[in-house]
């Protein structure tokens, strides 16, 4: 598992949900400021957390996309597209 996906394990972990949860309870219970900035300080860490490692699969995306067209799976699904689509012109649709 690379560095992005323990990121994102923690990040979006049922324990880290908790414990924003629990900060954020506690600091509208007691309406302390300290406490309502350690709140939104862990809250900012875990949205930074998710965004930070999600950066790695979102361009590995870009860059499977970017290069699918270019792969003999494409090249073999163009040809049956294409041959499809040449018996599909000699149907008649009944509507």
Known sequence: ??????????????????????LTLAAALTGDGRMWIAAGTAVALTVGAIVAGSI???????HAARDFPHTPEYEAYARRRAANEADDRHRIELK
């Open 1 to 22: 598992m690379n560095l992005s996906e323990r990121i994102l394990r923690i990040a979006t972990s049922h324990w880290t949900e908790r414990s924003c949860f629990a």
């Open 56 to 62: 790695a699969p979102l361009r590995e995306a870009r």
